[in-house]
């Protein structure tokens, strides 16, 4: 009985934390349009920066690489989006990484 309710306990913040990191406002269906007009020119297989879909990060590493804006420094693309663009394609990314709920590749 004690065990079952210290997994319970661990499920739930488990849940409460990766909520947190969700991003706030996005929109997922606008995100995988522009991920897909935007990004996969550079980011599909054998192509300059390399394949990269959802599952390449988990949900964390998703936010934390668009909170650190890493990838402005490095590309004229993210230079060109709004704010509400790059919302979009990190909460596309975040719905569907790896450790989601859905994970995809954005086939």
Same mark, same amino acid.
């Given at each position: 009985m004690k ?11 488990? &849940?409460? /934390?990766? @909520?947190?990191?969700?991003? =706030?406002?996005?929109? @997922?269906r606008?995100?995988?349009?522009? &991920? ?11 192509? =300059?920066?390399g =394949? ?6 988990t ?7 668009? #909170? ?6 490095n @590309?004229d693309?993210?230079s060109e989006? #709004?704010e ?7 909460? &596309?990314? &975040?719905d569907?990484?790896v450790? /989601?709920d ?6």
């Open positions: 065990l079952m309710k210290v997994l319970i306990v661990m499920m739930l913040v488990v &849940f409460a /934390s990766t @909520a947190v990191l969700a991003v =706030e406002g996005g929109n @997922a606008k995100g995988k349009y522009l &991920f897909k007009k935007s990004c996969k020119t550079c980011h599909s297989a054998g192509a =300059e920066g =394949e990269v879909t959802p599952l390449a990060k949900m964390g590493q998703w936010d934390r690489f668009f #909170s650190k804006d890493k990838h402005k420094k @590309a693309a993210w989006m #709004s509400k663009d790059l919302m979009d394609i990190n909460q &596309f990314l &975040f569907h990484a450790d /989601s859905s994970p995809e590749t954005c086939g």
